[in-house]
């Protein structure tokens, strides 16, 4: 299994249960305890002093909007996201998930991760998909509810598949999407079908994408992707031999097999460059490279 994943390394109790005990939350939100901070088109404020961290405000501090409980530590303190304008802080900037998702800390990553899912689904589903009503925010920002017909809402994740392919001479294979930088590479991925199992899912993405048959279907690990609400789920899976790469052209610009030395020189001739630590695709491909890769992005 994959040891580490920027964005799955939330550590707080998310005490569903707790969520639609009103008066708990409400008790939750009055602590001078609890920290909570501001989200706002899937950023927040962080502070790099000393180190990348979410800033905190207590709740009297906090702007009105939406408020999402997304935890409780191991001390008993609460942790909410509000949905709203983000402050001016002195010594703090904006920043996203793609910026800072892979260098906070596993708490913040969590929490940051947590609430950018919950904004987009929000700001994407204000209406009933019944009767076209108004919805309204329940369960601590975890359900909308609509009042003319009592149906509820959750927040939708998709999953999607995202495979690391190798031959039988163990090079791995990396492709360019057609609408990427002419440097950019990475694995294939795709969505997963109504009615179809992860598994079979690999075989169809990797035969439709790049035209090979493919077996030894291996899971690693699985992190969110709230960009905007996918659930990626990293295999390895291995082409039978003496296949030929036929990349469709509407999904795959080009594809190469790379053994180690072959990758290694072009990432550090700058021919092209890996995905960056915050995406599995990048720990994928180091778990089959045996280490981090040259010239790896930041982000």
């Known amino acids: ?28 939100w009055k602590d001078p305890r ?16 000393p180190g990348p961290a979410l800033v905190f405000t207590p709740p009297g501090h906090a702007p009105e909007g939406e408020r999402y409980l997304l935890g409780v530590d191991d001390d ?3 942790y909410f ?27 913040d990553s969590g ?21 076209g009503g108004p919805t309204e925010v329940t369960a601590a920002g975890h359900v909308r509810v609509c009042p003319a017909d009592g149906s509820e809402q959750f927040p939708r994740v998709d999953p999607a598949v995202i495979m690391l392919v190798r031959d039988d001479r163990d090079r ?3 492709a360019r999407g057609p609408s990427w930088p002419a440097d950019r590479r990475s694995i294939l991925a ?52 003496g296949q030929e790469l036929r990349p469709d052209p509407e999904e795959i610009e080009d594809a190469a097999w790379y053994t180690r030395d072959e990758l290694r020189a072009a990432l550090e001739s700058g021919r092209i460059v890996s995905p960056g630590p915050l995406s599995i695709a990048a720990q994928l491909i180091m778990r089959w490279y045996g280490g981090p890769l040259p010239d790896m992005p930041p982000f």
């Open 76 to 78: 008993g303190v609460a």
């Open 34 to 49: 609890t920290r909570v901070f501001t989200i706002e088109g899937g950023r927040a404020l962080v502070s790099y002093d």
């Open 111 to 131: 929490l940051l991760t947590h609430a950018v899912a919950l904004e987009y689904w929000h700001s994407a589903n204000p209406f009933c998909p019944r009767c």
């Open 81 to 107: 996201a509000v949905r709203g304008e983000l402050p001016a802080i002195e010594g703090a900037e904006a920043a996203g998930l793609r910026r800072v998702g892979a260098l906070l800390g596993d708490q």
């Open 190 to 241: 795709g969505f997963v079908e109504p009615g179809e199992s992860l598994e079979q899912a690999v075989v169809r993405e990797v035969r439709e994408e790049v035209g090979l048959t493919v077996g030894d279907v291996r899971y690693l690990g699985s992190q969110p992707w709230p960009l905007p609400r996918s659930l990626m789920l990293g295999f390895f899976a291995r082409a039978e031999g």
């Open 172 to 174: 791995v294979l990396l």
């Open 1 to 28: 299994m994959l040891e580490w994943l920027a964005l799955a390394r939330g550590t707080l109790d998310r005490v569903a249960e707790r969520r639609r005990d009103r008066e708990w939350v409400e008790s939750a």
